[in-house]
C-alpha cells in the first residue's frame, strides 16, 4: 500500500485501522439488536421507538476513544445503516440516536481516564435518556414515563459494553488509547515495576526523559500522553543485563571488563531489539515500538569512550518520524549528557547544553524525518531548559550564589574558565567537530 493511502486510512482509523473498526461495527451491531429486539420487546412501544433503548452516546464515546474524530464520525454510518435496517430511518429516530453518538465521539476523543469516562458515560446516558424519551414519545404510543425508565436501561448495558469492548479491544489490537496511555507509567503496570526492581538506574532515566518529553510535547501542542509512556519504555531493553548500563553500575566492577569489547557491543545495541521483544510481549502496541527503535536514530553508540571504540558503530535505525519520538530522543540524549556534566551548572551552562543537545542531533541528521519545525525546536529548548532546572535544581548554579559562600571568582567560569569545562564536559563541541562527538553517555 503506498504511503498517501496509508496516511488518509490512519487520519482516520487510527492506530488499530479497519480491523478495529470492523470490530467496534460489529459491536454496535450486537448492542442495537440486544437493545431494540430482545430488551425492546419487553417494552409496550412502538416497534420504531425501540431505538430508545440503544445507549447511542456509550456507542459513540468508544468510536471518539477507539478512532481520530472523523474516523468516529465516520461510524455514524454504520448506525444510520442499523437504522434504516430498523425502522426505515425516519427523521426524528436518526436525530434521538445519531446526535447523542455524535455527542458521544466529541466527548470520547478527550477523555484520558477510565474514571472520567465512567463519569460521562453515566452523564451521557442520562441526558440522551431524557432527551431520545422526549423526541420519540409522540411515535411510541404509550407511557412516556415508561419510556425514559426503559431509556435508563441504558445505564447498565451501555455502560458495560463501553468498558468491555474497550479492554477486549485494547487486548486483541495491542491498542494504546488516551486511557490506557494514562496508565502504563503508573506501578501498576508490570515492565515499570520490573524496572524498579531489576534497573533502578533506568528507571530514574526513563522518568526524566518521560518529563523531559511529555513538558515538551504539551508546549508545541504534540501529544503528551504518547510522549510520556514512550519516554517510560524507551530503554525497557535494558531489563536484559541491566548491569551493562551505566546508570545501574553503582559502585559494583563494571562488567564489561569481564567480557570481549565485541560483546559489550553488542548487548548495548542489543538493547533495541530486546525491547520491541518486551513491549510486543506486554502488547504496548507499534507507537510504543516505535519510540524503542528510533530514540538513538541511527546514530553512534556513546556508550563507550573513543579510545576504547575499535570502530565507529551505529544504531540500525531507523531515525523518529513523529514529532513524540523525536521529542524522546531529544530528551533521552539531554538525559544522558547531564549524567555525565559533574558539578552545578549555571544558567548559561544549561542552555548551552540544552542547545548542544539539539544541535548535534541536526548535525547528525537525525531529525531528517521528524516533523518538528525551527520554531517548535526552539520552545522545546526552552522547555527543556525549564525542566532541567527543575529536576536538577540542586546542581543549577546561580551566579549569586557567590554571595552565599560560593568559592570567590566561580562566576568567571561564564569567561575563559567556562571554555575549558566546556571542552571537558563536551569535548569536541566546537562547531566544526564530528557529528559522532566522542564523549561517553547511557541513554
Ligand atoms: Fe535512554
Ligand atoms: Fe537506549
Given at each position: 500500500m503506498n504511503s498517501p493511502t496509508k496516511r488518509i486510512l490512519s487520519s482516520v482509523f487510527g492506530e488499530g485501522g479497519i480491523p478495529l473498526f470492523i470490530y467496534s461495527a460489529l459491536w454496535m451491531a450486537g448492542v442495537f439488536a440486544l437493545s431494540v429486539f430482545v430488551l425492546g420487546g419487553a417494552f409496550p412501544f412502538a416497534p420504531e421507538a425501540r431505538v430508545v433503548l440503544f445507549p447511542s452516546f456509550a456507542a459513540g464515546l468508544l468510536g471518539g476513544i477507539f478512532f481520530p474524530i472523523w474516523g468516529g464520525l465516520a461510524s455514524l454510518l454504520a448506525l444510520v445503516f442499523l437504522l434504516l435496517i430498523h425502522s426505515g430511518a425516519t427523521f426524528v429516530v436518526v436525530t434521538a440516536t445519531a446526535l447523542p453518538f455524535a455527542g458521544g465521539v466529541v466527548v470520547g476523543s478527550r477523555v484520558s481516564t477510565r474514571s472520567s469516562l465512567a463519569v460521562f458515560a453515566v452523564a451521557g446516558e442520562t441526558v440522551r435518556a431524557l432527551f431520545a424519551s422526549i423526541l420519540l414519545s409522540p411515535i411510541a404510543g404509550g407511557d412516556s414515563l415508561a419510556l425514559f425508565g426503559g431509556a435508563l436501561l441504558s445505564l447498565l448495558h451501555g455502560t458495560g459494553y463501553l468498558f468491555v469492548a474497550l479492554y477486549l479491544g485494547e487486548y486483541l489490537f495491542s491498542l494504546m488509547t488516551r486511557p490506557r496511555l494514562s496508565e502504563v507509567c503508573s506501578d501498576g503496570h508490570p515492565l515499570v515495576r520490573e524496572m524498579k526492581e531489576r534497573a533502578m538506574g533506568t528507571f530514574v532515566h526513563a522518568r526524566n526523559v518521560s518529563i523531559l518529553a511529555e513538558a515538551a510535547a504539551r508546549a508545541i501542542g504534540a501529544d503528551f500522553l504518547l510522549a510520556r509512556a514512550g519516554g517510560f519504555f524507551h530503554d525497557v531493553g535494558k531489563l536484559w543485563n541491566p548491569t551493562f548500563y551505566g546508570e545501574n553500575q553503582r559502585n559494583q566492577p563494571n562488567v564489561h571488563d569481564t567480557v570481549t569489547m565485541d560483546v559489550s557491543r553488542s548487548i548495548i545495541i542489543a538493547h533495541i531489539d530486546e525491547g520491541v521483544r518486551r513491549v510486543r510481549k506486554h502488547r504496548l502496541g507499534k507507537q510504543m515500538e516505535g519510540f524503542v527503535l528510533t530514540h538513538?536514530?541511527?546514530?553512534?553508540?556513546?556508550?563507550?569512550p573513543e579510545e576504547k571504540r575499535k570502530v565507529r558503530d551505529r544504531y540500525p535505525g531507523p531515525v523518529p518520524s513523529t514529532k513524540e519520538e523525536g521529542l524522546v530522543m531529544l530528551a533521552d540524549a539531554l538525559e544522558a549528557v547531564t549524567r555525565c556534566v559533574s558539578g552545578p551548572l549555571s544558567e548559561e551552562e544549561l542552555e548551552e547544553m540544552v542547545r548542544y543537545v539539539i544541535e548535534r542531533a541536526k548535525r547528525d541528521g537525525q531529525l531528517r524525518e521528524c516533523p518538528l519545525s525551527e520554531r517548535e525546536l526552539d520552545l522545546v529548548r526552552e522547555v527543556f531548559v525549564d525542566c532541567l532546572r527543575n529536576l536538577y535544581h540542586g546542581r543549577v548554579r546561580y551566579r549569586s550564589s557567590d554571595s552565599y559562600g560560593g568559592r570567590k571568582g566561580d562566576a568567571h567560569c561564564v569567561g575563559a574558565e567556562r571554555e575549558e569545562r566546556k571542552e571537558a564536559r563536551y569535548p569536541g563541541h566546537k562547531a566544526d567537530d564530528s557529528p559522532d562527538a566522542p564523549e561517553s553517555e547511557y541513554h
Open positions: 538513538h536514530g541511527d546514530g553512534p553508540v556513546y556508550h563507550f
